[in-house]
């Protein structure tokens, strides 16, 4: 239901707001819902949390299933991903990540 969905989002702003006012600079969103599913992120979430909050340091988690995953959570504008099962069922190498990253 997309109604249901909107106000479990605007929770999440607002959450983040609380902490923001209070000087938060870096947030670790997970979406348990995605979390060892390898199903991508929940990019539309990121975008949400991104717009609003520029200045924030996000670090993505839950879905992560690819590079690909990792580059476009990159060109958002998020500077952290957790990556677990992917890596565990050999989807991203650590030698991609290195690579990456240099």
């Known amino acids: 239901d997309k109604n249901k969905l909107q106000k479990a989002l605007q929770r999440i702003l607002d959450f ?10 870096k947030v670790i969103s997970t979406d348990i819902a995605r979390d060892g599913m390898l199903t991508g992120p929940s990019i539309d979430l990121y975008k949400e949390i991104m717009e609003r ?4 340091e996000l670090i993505a988690s839950g879905g992560i ?11 958002m504008g998020i500077p952290g991903v957790i990556t677990g099962k992917a890596i565990y069922e050999g989807r991203i190498l650590l030698n991609e990540i290195r690579n990456f990253y240099k």
């Open 53 to 56: 909050f520029p200045a924030l």
């Open 16 to 25: 983040i707001e609380s902490y923001t006012v209070k000087g938060i600079q």
């Open 65 to 75: 299933a690819s590079m690909k995953d990792i580059h476009e959570l990159n060109e």
